[in-house]
C-alpha cells in the first residue's frame, strides 16, 4: 500500500522535484519559515524602544497611543501605533530610507487592516519579503553551479546564521538596522552576482546601486558606506566592455556618492548635539589621561571636565544639554574633524576606544532592548532566546579585542588575495571583483566603528556598531562558504 | 444591655458612614495655614495667562501650604475642610462652576477671596459690592508707591462701590473709571483684576498678606542664577566682591554637580562658592535641570542630591536653601527626593514643567521667597526714591553674566537702586541630609553644630590628578614576562613557518625544473 502510494508520488515528479530544489531556495524559504515563526506568531519577537522611535516616527505620521508608552522604553516590544488623522505638524526629524518602508507600512496597513491604528507586523512582513529575496541571492551567488554536496551544507550555515532572531527581530521594530542588513546583504549579493556572471548585469547593477543608496541612507552614520562602495565601486566599470555598462555603472556610483555626501549633510542639529555630546564625554574625556589637558586642543574651559563620563540622557543634570551655555562655549568648539585630528594625534587613546568598540562589536542583539510585548508577563527587557544560537555564540566566543578584529581581517584578504592577484594577472576584471567587494564590506564594518566612536564615543555602542558585527558576518559567512566548496584561493572558475 | 447598646452605636455609625456618596470627602479641617485655591481655567492665550501659577508662587512665599482645584475636578465637602478659600474666575462664563460647589458655598463659614468675574451674591451683599466691566482702552494701576500707566485692559470687572478697605487703584486714562484695585472686610476680599507681569501682580500681594493675617515683614533678597561649574569662576569671584564692598548680601544659586566631585574642576568650583560664602553671599543649590521623566534605572535624586549637599557641606560651605521652579513643589516625587533636605527654597516661575508625580497640594516651607527679574520692578514708577519693602519676601533675580562688562553694568545698576537688601542668612535656614546639619541662625552659619570659617584661605587647586585610578593589577610582573615569552614564541614559530614555506617552494620548483630538463 505504502509502496503504491509512493510510487504514485513518484510518477507525479514530487520527490524529483524535492531533491531539486536549489539550496538557495531551500535557505531562503527555511530563513522565511524561521523569521515568520518568530515575527508572526505569539509570542510576537520585536525590539523595545530605546527612545530613538520618536525621531522616524512622528515624521512619518506614526504617533505612540500607548497611554504608558514612555514607561515601557527598553523594557516592552509594542507593535501597535496611532495614524495621524489630522494635519501632522511633525516635521521630519530623520532624513532616511526607513521612510520609504516606514510609509509603504503604512499604506498596506491602511489599506487592509486598519485606518487607525498601525501594526508594525505589516512593516516587519515587507522586511520580511525582501530579506528573503536579499538571503535566496546571496545563497545563489555562492552555489550557483556548485555540486550539492557543498550547497547544502552551506544553504544551512545560511539558514543558522541568517534565520537568528537577533537580526530579525529588528524587523518589528524602528530601527534603522533592519534596512540596513537587508541592503547590505542585497549589497554583497548584487556584487557577487556580477562577479559569477549569474543574471543580467544591468539588473544587477541596479540592484547593486539602489541598496548601496538605501543602506547609505538608511542612518546618518551610514554616510560614509556612500563613499567607501563609490570608490570600490570603480572595479564594477571595468567588469565588461560595453559604452552603456560603463556609463551606467559610473553614473551609479556618483549618485553612491552623493547619497553618502548628502546623508551627511541632512543630519540634524538634535542628533548632531547628543552625539556630539557623548563623542566629547564617553569619547575623548572618557580615555583621556588627563580630561582637561584634552580639552586644551579643543579651546574648551577645563572645567568641562566635570563632563567626564556622563551621559546626554541622565534624568537630573547640572546644565540643559541643548542650553546656550553648552551651544557657545562646548559644541560649537569641536566637530567630525577636530575629533579624528585629535585621535590622529593621540594613537593610544584611538587603541584604547577601538578596543572599546571591539567589546560591543560581536553582540548582534543590544542587551538593553526587550524582546517581548509587556502582556506575555515576562520580566521587564527579557529578550528571546528562540533561533538565536548563532549570535549566542558569536557573543561568547569571539575574543572581542580590536587585535583580533585585526588578525581577521588580515586572515580574510591572505585567504582572498591570492585569486584577486590571479585574476588580474589574466586581466579578468569580473574574477577581480570579488576581493574588493569583501574589502568593501570590511571598510563598511570598520566605518561603523569608527564613525561610532568619533561620532558618539562609548554611547550604546552595541547598536552603533551593528555595521560591523554584520558586514563581519557577512564576511566570515563567504570565507567559510567558498572554503566548503574550495574557491577560497583560487577562484571561481565559470 | 451595655455591650448591645455599643454594637447598635457601632452599626448606626457604620451605616451613616455608608450612605455617605462616595465622592463626599471626610471633612478633615486643614491648618490655617492651608489655602484651597479653585479656578475656572488657566485663560491660556489670554492675557490672564499664567495668574494662577503666580498666585500658587506668592502663596508660598506667605508660607501657605496650597491645594488647588478646578470647579470640575471639585467633590463636594472639600470647603468645608478650609478655613481658607480662594476662588480665580478668569472666564466670563458661569457655566463653569460646579453644582456642589455652589452648595457647599451656601454653607461656607471661612474666609474668601473673590478673583475676577461672577462674585457671589453673598460676597456682593457683605461687601455691598457693585462692579461694572470695562471697555478696550488703558489704565493707570497702583499700589503703595508703585504705580504704572498705560496697561491695556479689555473687558475686566472694576469696583464702581465697595464698604470695607481699599487696595490700590485703577484709573483710566479717559479719567472715567476711579476704582479701588481690591476690598476686603472681614473674611470676604475682592480683586476684579489679576494678571501676571504687571503691577496687578504686585497688587494682589497687598491685599493677601491683609487676608491671609500675615504680620511679618517682608524681606527683600538679591539672587543671582545661572552659576555652572564651568561659569567664569574668576568673574563670579570679582561680582562677590563687588557686591561686598558695596555691602549688598546676595545669594546665589548654584547649579549641583552629581558626579566627577573629586576633579579639580570641581575643586575650583567649590573654592570659587567658599570664596562668594566669604563675601557675604550665602549658597543655595539650585535644582538640576530635569531632562526626562521616564524613569530610569540609575542613581536617584534623592542620592544625587544629598550627595551635592554634602559635597558643599564637607568644604565647609553651607547650603541653606534651595532654588527650584515652582512645579517642582507640586510634585510627590520631586518633594521626597529633592526638596525633603531643605526647610527654605526660593520658586522661580515655571519654565519647563515635567512633573513625575503630581499633586494638588503643595509642599509648605517655612521660607519661600517669591522670585522676580530685577527688571520686572523697573518698569513700574515708584514715589520715593528710596524703595521700600514689599508686602511678601521676594528675591530679586538676574541671571549671571558671561562678561566683565555686562557684570559691571550690572552691578552699577543695583548699586544705583535704593533698595535694602537683606541677608538670607540672617533667618533661620536649615539644611539636613544624613551625615550633615547646615544652619543659619542670625547671620552664623553651622555645619554639624561647628560655626563656619568664612575667612578660610582660598587654596590654588592643582590641576594634576589621578583620573583614570589605574588599579593595582596582581601578578602584573609575572603576565608580563609570559606575554614577552609568548611574542618571541609567535615570532619564532612565523621565522619557522616562513624558512618551511621557502624551502617547500623551492622543493617544488626544483622538481619541475628536474622534470623539464627530463623532458
Known amino acids: 500500500m505504502i509502496r503504491n502510494h509512493l510510487q504514485k508520488i513518484n510518477r507525479l515528479g514530487i520527490l524529483r522535484r524535492l531533491t531539486n530544489i536549489s539550496p538557495a531556495f531551500f535557505a531562503a524559504f527555511m530563513v522565511l519559515l524561521i523569521t515568520s515563526i518568530a515575527l508572526f506568531t505569539p509570542p510576537y519577537i520585536g525590539m523595545a524602544d530605546n527612545g530613538d522611535y520618536f525621531r522616524i516616527l512622528y515624521g512619518n505620521g506614526v504617533y505612540f497611543n500607548v497611554p504608558d508608552y514612555t514607561s515601557q522604553y527598553f523594557g516592552y516590544f509594542i507593535p501597535k501605533y496611532g495614524i495621524f488623522q489630522y494635519f501632522n505638524e511633525n516635521n521630519t526629524v530623520v532624513v532616511s530610507s526607513q521612510s520609504i518602508f516606514i510609509q509603504a507600512a503604512v499604506w498596506l496597513n491602511k489599506l487592509f487592516i486598519d485606518a487607525l491604528v498601525f501594526d508594525v507586523r505589516v512593516q516587519a512582513a515587507i522586511y520580511t519579503c525582501l530579506y528573503t529575496i536579499a538571503v535566496y541571492l546571496l545563497v545563489e551567488s555562492i552555489t550557483w553551479k556548485t555540486p550539492r554536496k557543498y550547497g547544502y551544507p552551506i ?18 521594530s524602528f530601527y534603522g538596522e533592519s534596512v540596513a542588513f537587508i541592503m547590505m546583504i ?181 542587551p538593553a532592548m526587550g524582546s517581548y510585548e509587556k502582556d506575555v508577563g515576562k520580566p521587564w527587557g527579557a529578550q528571546t532566546n528562540f533561533f538565536s544560537e548563532y549570535s549566542e555564540l558569536k557573543k561568547h566566543l569571539t575574543p572581542r579585542t580590536f587585535g583580533f578584529i585585526v588578525i581577521w581581517i588580515s586572515l580574510v584578504m591572505g585567504l582572498y588575495l591570492p585569486s584577486f592577484i590571479s585574476a588580474l594577472r589574466s586581466r579578468n576584471m569580473r574574477k577581480a571583483a ?38 563581519f558576518d557577512l564576511v566570515t559567512f563567504l570565507l567559510v562558504a567558498d572554503a566548503i566548496r574550495r574557491r577560497l584561493i583560487q577562484g571561481d572558475q565559470d | 444591655m451595655y455591650f448591645k447598646t455599643m454594637i447598635r452605636t457601632f452599626l448606626c455609625i457604620l451605616i451613616i458612614i455608608g450612605a455617605v456618596p462616595s465622592n463626599y470627602v471626610h471633612a478633615l479641617p486643614r491648618e490655617p495655614s492651608h489655602v484651597l485655591l479653585i479656578y475656572d481655567g488657566l485663560a491660556i492665550g489670554t492675557s490672564r495667562e499664567g495668574n494662577i501659577e503666580a498666585l500658587q508662587r506668592m502663596l508660598a512665599s506667605y508660607r501657605m501650604q496650597v491645594t488647588i482645584s478646578t470647579f470640575d475636578a471639585y467633590k463636594k465637602g472639600m470647603l468645608a475642610q478650609y478655613q481658607k478659600v480662594i476662588v480665580v474666575r478668569n472666564l466670563d462664563d458661569a457655566t463653569t462652576t460646579s453644582v ?156 549641583p554637580v552629581f558626579s566627577n566631585t573629586d576633579y579639580p574642576a570641581m575643586k575650583r568650583y567649590l573654592e570659587t562658592l567658599k570664596y562668594v560664602q566669604s563675601r557675604n553671599g550665602s549658597i543655595l543649590v539650585n535644582a538640576p535641570v530635569v531632562t526626562t521623566t521616564i524613569n530610569q534605572a540609575g542613581a536617584k535624586l534623592e542620592d544625587q542630591m544629598e550627595l551635592f549637599i554634602d559635597v558643599l557641606a564637607n568644604y565647609g560651605i553651607a547650603p541653606l536653601g534651595m532654588g527650584a521652579e515652582m512645579y517642582w513643589s507640586y510634585d510627590q516625587y520631586y518633594v521626597n527626593q529633592g526638596m525633603r533636605f531643605f526647610n527654605s527654597t526660593i520658586l522661580f516661575p515655571n519654565e519647563s514643567i515635567r512633573y513625575k508625580s503630581q499633586q494638588d497640594e503643595s509642599q509648605r516651607f517655612s521660607s519661600s521667597a517669591f522670585s522676580m527679574p530685577l527688571s520686572f520692578l523697573e518698569q513700574f514708577e515708584h514715589a520715593d526714591k528710596v524703595i521700600a519693602r514689599l508686602p511678601m519676601d521676594v528675591a530679586l533675580t538676574y541671571d549671571f553674566d558671561e562678561t566683565e562688562d555686562q557684570m559691571n553694568e550690572h552691578m552699577q545698576t543695583l548699586m544705583d537702586r535704593w533698595i535694602h537688601f537683606d541677608d538670607y542668612k540672617i533667618d533661620d535656614h536649615e539644611v539636613k541630609t544624613v551625615t550633615n546639619t547646615v544652619l543659619s541662625r542670625n547671620g552664623l552659619l553651622y555645619i554639624n553644630d561647628r560655626s563656619v570659617d568664612m575667612n578660610d584661605a582660598y587654596r590654588h587647586i592643582n590641576s594634576e590628578y589621578d583620573y583614570l585610578h589605574e588599579q593595582k593589577k596582581s601578578l602584573a610582573t609575572l603576565f608580563n614576562i609570559q606575554n614577552k615569552i609568548l611574542i618571541a614564541l609567535i615570532i619564532a614559530t612565523l621565522l619557522v613557518f616562513g624558512l618551511l614555506f621557502i624551502i617547500g617552494y623551492r622543493l617544488y620548483k626544483d622538481k619541475y625544473i628536474k622534470q623539464r630538463k627530463e623532458l
Open chain 1, 155 to 172: 544553504a544551512i550555515l545560511a539558514i543558522f546564521l541568517f534565520g537568528d532572531t537577533a537580526y530579525t527581530a529588528y524587523f518589528n
Open chain 2, 100 to 255: 456642589d460647589y455652589l452648595h457647599d458655598f451656601e454653607a461656607y463659614k471661612g474666609d474668601y477671596l473673590h478673583i475676577g468675574f461672577h462674585v457671589p451674591a453673598q460676597v456682593q451683599s457683605q461687601l455691598n459690592l457693585h462692579t461694572k466691566i470695562t471697555n478696550d482702552q488703558f489704565v493707570q494701576l497702583s499700589i503703595g508707591q508703585w504705580k504704572q500707566r498705560s496697561v491695556r485692559v479689555s473687558h475686566i470687572p472694576y469696583i464702581v462701590q465697595a464698604n470695607g478697605r481699599h487696595y490700590g487703584g485703577i484709573s483710566s486714562e479717559k479719567g472715567d473709571i476711579h476704582a479701588p484695585y481690591g476690598v476686603r472686610e472681614n473674611r470676604f476680599a475682592y480683586v476684579p483684576y489679576y494678571e501676571r507681569g504687571n503691577l496687578s501682580e504686585l497688587a494682589m500681594a497687598y491685599v493677601l498678606k491683609d487676608w491671609l493675617k500675615v504680620t511679618e515683614q517682608g524681606r527683600t533678597y538679591l539672587l543671582i542664577k545661572e552659576i555652572y561649574p564651568f561659569s567664569d569662576l574668576k568673574l563670579v569671584e570679582s561680582m562677590a566682591d563687588q557686591l561686598y564692598r558695596a555691602g549688598i548680601p546676595f545669594i546665589v544659586s548654584v547649579r
Open chain 1, 186 to 366: 542585497f549589497l554583497l549579493a548584487s556584487g557577487l552576482l556580477l562577479y559569477r556572471n549569474r543574471y543580467n548585469d544591468y539588473v544587477m547593477l541596479t540592484v547593486f546601486t539602489l541598496s548601496g543608496i538605501l543602506l547609505t541612507t538608511s542612518k546618518q552614520q551610514n554616510a560614509p558606506v556612500g563613499v567607501i562602495v563609490a570608490f570600490i565601486g570603480i572595479m564594477l566599470i571595468f567588469i565588461r566592455k560595453g559604452k552603456t555598462f560603463r556609463i551606467l555603472t559610473a553614473s551609479s556610483l556618483a549618485c553612491l556618492l552623493l547619497a553618502g555626501v548628502g546623508t551627511y549633510a541632512f543630519i540634524p542639529k538634535e542628533f548632531v548635539n547628543i552625539n556630539k555630546y557623548h563623542a566629547m564625554t564617553r569619547g575623548i574625556l572618557m580615555e583621556s589621561k588627563d580630561p582637561e589637558a584634552a580639552l586644551k586642543p579643543f579651546g574648551i574651559d577645563p572645567q568641562y571636565a566635570i563632563l567626564d563620563k556622563s551621559v546626554y540622557f541622565e534624568s537630573n543634570t547640572t546644565v540643559d544639554l541643548d542650553s546656550e551655555i553648552l551651544e557657545k562655549s562646548f559644541y560649537s568648539h569641536y566637530g567630525f574633524g577636530s575629533i579624528v585630528k585629535y585621535y590622529i594625534t593621540n594613537p593610544g587613546q584611538a587603541g584604547q576606544m577601538l578596543d572599546l568598540a571591539a567589546k560591543s562589536a560581536f553582540i548582534i542583539r543590544p
Open chain 1, 434 to 471: 570579488r576581493f574588493p567587494l569583501i574589502v568593501m564590506l570590511i571598510l563598511i564594518g570598520l566605518s561603523g566603528i569608527v564613525v561610532s566612536f568619533i561620532g558618539a564615543g562609548d554611547a550604546d555602542l552595541a547598536k552603533h556598531v551593528f555595521l560591523f558585527t554584520a558586514a
